[in-house]
């Protein structure tokens, strides 16, 4: 009795102090150079500079989360690829325009997806964009999750670029958990997590990777690094559709 007592206030202290919906959200992994990820681009503010990642899928096309471009015009948003820390210049370019799918949904982020045009190719020795997934995921896949978020949930965000692996949970076990936090799941959504491993704060609309191709994107949470929230990705064979009509107009 004692523990399922302490289980559920465990779970009310978690919906009390969780991160808020669409916060851009890696803790546990590993610090690499941006050459073991050369497809992942930061995105960042002429006056707030870094806010989220992406993903470089051809050299004048990104994918990002929707949510990450809410309160940004995009004449202020460049695209950095190359660099594996926050200060280094590596390749911009600038946005010509954004496109978000007319189903994405502010209040419950299904189809958090975005697809940037920039105004010039991004090229370089370390830069690469990579293909979008081609094959349905199964439960426990690893997904390879990169960026410069936070390493611990109420620590600084990482300078250098780091990353880390985690399994893709069964979507049943991902929607019950989330349903005993009074949260529904979408068909464009699917969770991920390992024991002290997950993405953080300013991870969002960051890569998530499987076997070489792209196959998610950092979307949200409640708090970061919790069993009972895992991280929150947007499935890429639910929204291909969207990302493929965008960059055939």
């Not at 419950?108 to 975005?114: F, G, L, P, Q, S």
């Not at 105004?119 to 997934?133: F, M, Q, V």
């Not at 068909?187 to 997590?193: D, L, P, V």
């Amino acid at each position: 009795m004692l523990t399922q007592i302490l289980e559920i206030f465990s779970i009310l202290l978690l919906v009390i102090v969780a991160t808020v919906f669409a916060q851009s959200r890696i803790l546990g992994g590993e610090e690499i150079t941006v050459d073991k990820a050369p497809y992942i681009v930061q995105l960042r503010h002429s006056k707030d500079g870094f806010f989220c990642g992406g993903a470089l899928i051809t050299s004048r096309h990104v994918v990002t989360a929707a949510h990450c471009l809410e309160g940004y015009a995009l004449a202020d948003i460049t695209v950095v690829a190359g660099a594996t820390s926050l200060t280094d210049e590596g390749v911009q370019s600038q946005v010509e325009d954004g496109f978000m799918p007319a189903e994405y949904d502010v209040d419950t982020i299904d189809m958090d997806v975005a697809v940037l045009k920039l105004t010039s190719e991004l090229r370089g020795r370390a830069i690469r964009p990579i293909a979008l997934c081609s094959e349905p995921l199964e439960p426990g896949n690893l997904l390879q999750i990169s960026g410069w978020g936070r390493v611990t949930e109420q620590g600084e965000i990482s300078k250098n670029l780091r990353t880390v692996r985690v399994p893709l949970l069964p979507r049943a076990e991902c929607v019950l958990r989330y349903k005993r936090l009074g949260e529904n799941l979408t068909n464009s959504m699917m969770c991920a997590y390992d024991d002290n491993k997950d993405a953080c704060t300013s991870d969002s609309g960051g890569p998530a990777v499987f076997a070489g191709e792209l196959c998610g994107i950092v979307s949200w949470s409640l708090g970061c690094g919790h069993r009972q929230a895992p991280g929150i990705y947007t499935d890429i064979n639910e929204v291909k559709w969207f990302i493929e009509q965008v960059i055939e107009s």
